[in-house]
């Protein structure tokens, strides 16, 4: 674990010129930067905190609105069994391992790679921003944390396209991944009150920027033993922010492989001074040598000291004879009282219905919910660190079933981190990331909002 940065020691001053321009001399405009240190209200001469390594790893970059674009990347993952070629390098890699074993330093074969890394796919948690958004619209402290988990409970289901399992691409420490999300205002309104009613087929964009609000998100790879990613998203119009970090960890078990999510993270809703720490399911593919494919499974806690309330999430794994998949209950409860105050119960991937301690009820069908598509910048304006572009090569060869020549370029982006490791063991030099520090037990984003309004 490194240790915490000094920002008060270790500054740089931008000139005017430097200030007022962009990536690749694009002209800056008021409000246009993404997650940078400019966003933040500073103006030209003021001091930046930098990275201490003169390496690639420069500090936070400064990333534009304007340049970003509506993702049009298909992530839909062909519907195949293993092909036999492909068995029998899995049944040779079965042969090797233990039950139980950790998989953190096992080379897995390339054709199980999804063609993404997974810093991206924590962004697909904000697949359905409007329902994270509409948390801050609840009157009461109740209706806010039902809103909450309503919106956990969906946030699953667009992380997996098919039923198939796929690996994402282990992160590169360093990586990062930027984007955001545009959310017509109208949109936005307490669930509980305003029952969903948007077709799938909708496009929920807005045509005007001044009658949305934007969601920015940016993840990073802090450290590569252990394996941690973080990842934060903030709407400054709602006050709304979440900060997370996440600990990988895979274990063999026999047919099935495990991996569990440690680590937590909280939602913070600064119109009402409340946090709610929340932590994350394990997920399973099980099938591995026929037609694999994901289920989630564990119990999972959300609670909110201020107001008293929590919940508990339990998802259930398929049972060895007969049963149903992707189970998932819920129960949110206000502790002082002991009152539970809302049960929930369906499928994570399926459909979801909430029971209210009115009687009253509501069903969610998470495969209608319209997913607002993320904008990032194309890959030529993007730095060598962020996902897209670091992995692109693997990407390409993946689409285009070159197994041989994918598993080259993997090689060295691996080769080049393990070079890049030693020299720093070498050096003595910690490494040090762009945009999250260590703090107690975690690591939170170096400027959150909740420090800044």
């Known amino acids: 674990m490194t240790s915490p940065i000094s920002f008060s020691s270790v ?9 007022l321009q962009g990536k690749g001399g694009a002209d800056h405009k008021e409000g246009s930067l993404v997650l940078s240190w400019s966003e933040r209200g500073c103006r030209a001469g003021s001091t930046f905190p930098c990275s201490l390594l003169p390496d690639s790893n420069s500090g936070p970059e400064l990333v534009l609105s304007e340049e970003e674009q509506s993702d049009t990347e298909d992530k839909e993952e062909a519907e195949l069994g293993a092909m036999d070629d492909q068995r029998s390098v899995i049944l040779h890699l079965i042969s090797q391992l233990k039950l139980g074993m950790d998989l953190t330093k096992v080379v ?3 054709f ?11 962004a697909d948690f904000m697949a359905h921003p409007d329902l994270l958004l509409a948390i801050s619209a609840g009157v009461t402290p109740e209706e806010r944390v039902i809103s909450f988990v309503e919106y956990y409970l969906t946030a699953f289901h667009e992380g997996r396209k098919g039923t198939l399992a796929k690996k994402p691409y282990n992160p590169i420490i360093g990586e990062t991944f930027h984007c955001s999300w ?8 307490s669930k509980r009150t305003s029952p969903h009613s948007i077709s799938c087929h909708e496009l929920p964009m807005a045509d005007d920027p001044c009658k949305s609000y934007k969601l920015r998100f940016v993840a990073e790879q802090v450290s ?10 903030e709407c400054k119009e709602k006050r709304l922010c979440v900060n997370t970090h996440v600990w990988t960890k895979s274990k063999f078990m026999g047919m099935s492989v495990g991996v569990s999510m440690i680590g937590e993270g909280v939602l913070r809703l600064l119109d009402h001074g409340e946090e709610y720490v929340f932590t994350l399911p394990s997920a399973y593919a099980r099938s591995i040598l026929t037609v694999p494919w994901v289920e989630l499974g564990g119990k999972v806690n959300i609670s909110c000291a201020k107001t008293g309330y929590s919940a508990t999430v339990t998802f259930h ?3 060895f004879y007969g049963g149903k998949v992707h189970r998932v209950t819920a129960e949110v409860k206000h502790n002082p009282t002991n009152t539970i105050v809302c049960k929930a119960h369906g499928e994570w ?7 209210y301690s009115n009687g009253e009820t509501k069903v969610i069908d998470t495969t209608a919910l319209p997913v607002y598509p993320k904008k990032l910048r194309p890959l030529e304006k993007q730095g060598p660190m962020e996902s897209r572009n670091l992995w692109q090569e693997v990407t390409h060869y993946l689409r285009l079933g070159d197994i ?18 030693r020299k720093r063991e070498t050096l003595r030099t910690p490494w040090r990331p762009k945009y999250f520090i260590p703090e107690g037990d975690g690591w939170v984003y170096f400027n959150p909002l909740w420090k800044t309004h």
Not at 112 to 118: P, W
Not at 406 to 421: C, I, P, S
Request: overall charge neutral; some cysteine.
């Open 112 to 122: 199980i790679l999804e063609k993404r890394s997974l810093l991206e796919m924590y």
């Open 349 to 355: 991937n399926g459909t979801l219905e909430f029971t």
């Open 182 to 189: 545009e959310v017509p205002k109208d949109r936005v309104k």
């Open 224 to 233: 590569h033993h252990p394996p941690i990613s973080c990842f934060y998203c």
């Open 11 to 19: 500054c740089y001053k931008l000139s005017d010129k430097e200030q």
């Open 108 to 110: 897995l074969p390339t």
């Open 404 to 421: 041989d020549a994918a598993t080259e370029q993997k090689r060295r982006l691996e080769e080049k981190q393990r070079m890049e490791e």
């Open 317 to 319: 794994t398929k049972p």
